[in-house]
C-alpha cells in the first residue's frame, strides 16, 4: 500500500516574503550598478578641477642704499595706495643741503662784487655813450643773476623744510599711534603736531615768496631781452658773467637732484592690500633693490587652475564654469582669461610629494565675486549635452 503525505498550500504573505529575501540581493545590485553608470554620465558632463584664488602682489624696494630710521606700518596691516611703510635716513641729504647752501653763499659774495665793479665802473666814465650802454648791460645782467640767485636759495629751503616736515609727520603718526596704546604721553604728541604744523606754515610760505620770486627773476629776464643800446656791446660784458651764470645752472641741477633724493626718502605702498611681510627693521641698513615689505591685494584678481593638457581641453570646451569652494558652496560662473602655451611649475602646496616638483598647464580664469585670495577652489565644468 503506497504511503500518502498530505500537502498544504502556504499563504499568500508568507510566500511573497520567501521570494523577497531571494530577490533582495539582485535588487541591491542592480541598484548600485544603475548609479554608477549614472554618475559615469554625470561626470562625462561635469568634470571638475583644482584652482587657486590669486590677487595682486607688490614688493616695496629701496631705490637706494640707506638707513631705514622708520617703519610705520605692522604685520598683516591694511594700507592705502600711496601710504608711507618707511623712511630712509636722511643725514646724507641734510650734508648736501648743507654743502649747496654754502655754494650759494660763495655766488652771492661773487654777485655782489660785480655789482660793485659796476658801480666803480660807472664813477669812471670816460666815453659816456659807450660807455653807459656797457654798465647798463652789466647791470641788467647781474639783476638777472641776482634775482635767479635768491631764487635758488629760497628752493633750497624748502627742500631743507620739506625734508623736516617729513620727518616730523611721520613721527607724529608713529607717536600717535603709540599714544593710542598708552605708550606715548599725550603731551609729546602735541608737541610733534605742534612742530609738524610750523614747518607746513613755513613750508607755504617759502612757496609763495618762491613763486614771487621766479615772477620777478622773469621780469629781469624780459627788461634784459628788450635792451637795444644804441651801439654794439662789448663781448666782454658776456663773458665776464658766463662763469657766474655756469655756477647758478650748476647749482639749479643739484637742488634738482635733492628734490629727486627727497622723494625716494619715503617708501610708499604701490597698491591697497594688506601687509604680508616687513623684510627690515628700524635702524637696518639696506642696500638699492632689497625688499622692504610685500603688500597682498585683499581683492581677487584672477584664479589659477593647474591641470593636464586634456583638462585645459575640457575647460576650453566647456558649455560653462561654476566655481565652488572646497565645501561645494557655489560662487558664480567664470570665464578663462589665458592658459600656459607650455607647462609651468605648479604652487608647493599643490605638490602630493613635498620634495618632488610639479608641472602643470596654467589656466588663468576670471575671479568671481565673492571668492577670497589665497583659497582653494573647485572649477566645475559643465560640458554641453
Known amino acids: 500500500m503506497t504511503d500518502w503525505t498530505p500537502s498544504y498550500t502556504q499563504p499568500l504573505p508568507r510566500r511573497l516574503a520567501r521570494s523577497a529575501r531571494h530577490l533582495l540581493p539582485l535588487t541591491v545590485w542592480l541598484l548600485c550598478a544603475s548609479l554608477v553608470v549614472w554618475l559615469g554620465l554625470l561626470d562625462d558632463n561635469r568634470a571638475t578641477v583644482i584652482g ?9 624696494i629701496t631705490p637706494r642704499s640707506g638707513r631705514i630710521t622708520t617703519v610705520t606700518t605692522a604685520l598683516h596691516e591694511t594700507v592705502q595706495q600711496g601710504q608711507v611703510i618707511a623712511r630712509l635716513d636722511d643725514t646724507a641729504l641734510r650734508l648736501r643741503l648743507t654743502k649747496t647752501n654754502q655754494e650759494l653763499a660763495i655766488l652771492r659774495a661773487e654777485i655782489q662784487k660785480e655789482q660793485a665793479d659796476i658801480a666803480a665802473q660807472a664813477g669812471r666814465r670816460e666815453n659816456a655813450l659807450e660807455l653807459d650802454a656797457t654798465i647798463e648791460r652789466r647791470r641788467r645782467t ?5 634775482a635767479r640767485l635768491t631764487a635758488l636759495a629760497t628752493r633750497a629751503e624748502i627742500e631743507e623744510v620739506r625734508i623736516r616736515a617729513q620727518g616730523a609727520s611721520i613721527e607724529a603718526d608713529r607717536v600717535a599711534s603709540l599714544a593710542v596704546q598708552g605708550l606715548a604721553a599725550p603731551s609729546e604728541l602735541v608737541r610733534l603736531r605742534t612742530v609738524k604744523d610750523a614747518l607746513n606754515r613755513r613750508l607755504t610760505e617759502l612757496q609763495n615768496l618762491h613763486t614771487q620770486q621766479n615772477a620777478r627773476t622773469t621780469m629781469f629776464e624780459k627788461q634784459l631781452a628788450e635792451f637795444q643800446p644804441t651801439t654794439s656791446t662789448p663781448t666782454g660784458v658776456e663773458t665776464s658773467l658766463t662763469p657766474l651764470r655756469l655756477k647758478l645752472q650748476k647749482q639749479a641741477i643739484e637742488l634738482e637732484q635733492i628734490e629727486y633724493l627727497r622723494n625716494q626718502l619715503l617708501l610708499r605702498a604701490p597698491i591697497p592690500g594688506q601687509v604680508t611681510e616687513i623684510a627690515v627693521t628700524e635702524g637696518e641698513w639696506t642696500s638699492s633693490g632689497q625688499v622692504v615689505a610685500t603688500i597682498v591685494a585683499t581683492k581677487a584678481n584672477s584664479i589659477f587652475a593647474y591641470v593636464t593638457a586634456p583638462q585645459s581641453q575640457w575647460l576650453q570646451e566647456a558649455a560653462s564654469l561654476e566655481v565652488q569652494t572646497a565645501a561645494r558652496v557655489p560662487l558664480g560662473e567664470t570665464i578663462i582669461r589665458s592658459i600656459s602655451p607650455t607647462t609651468v611649475r605648479t604652487p608647493r602646496r599643490l605638490w602630493r610629494d613635498p620634495k618632488t616638483p610639479e ?9 568671481t565675486g565673492h571668492a577670497r585670495p589665497g583659497d582653494l577652489v573647485h572649477i566645475v565644468c559643465s560640458s554641453n549635452p
Open 52 to 60: 587657486i584664488v590669486s590677487s595682486q602682489r607688490a614688493s616695496i
Open 359 to 367: 608641472w602643470a598647464v596654467a589656466v588663468e580664469l576670471a575671479p
Open 142 to 146: 647781474a639783476t638777472v643773476e641776482s
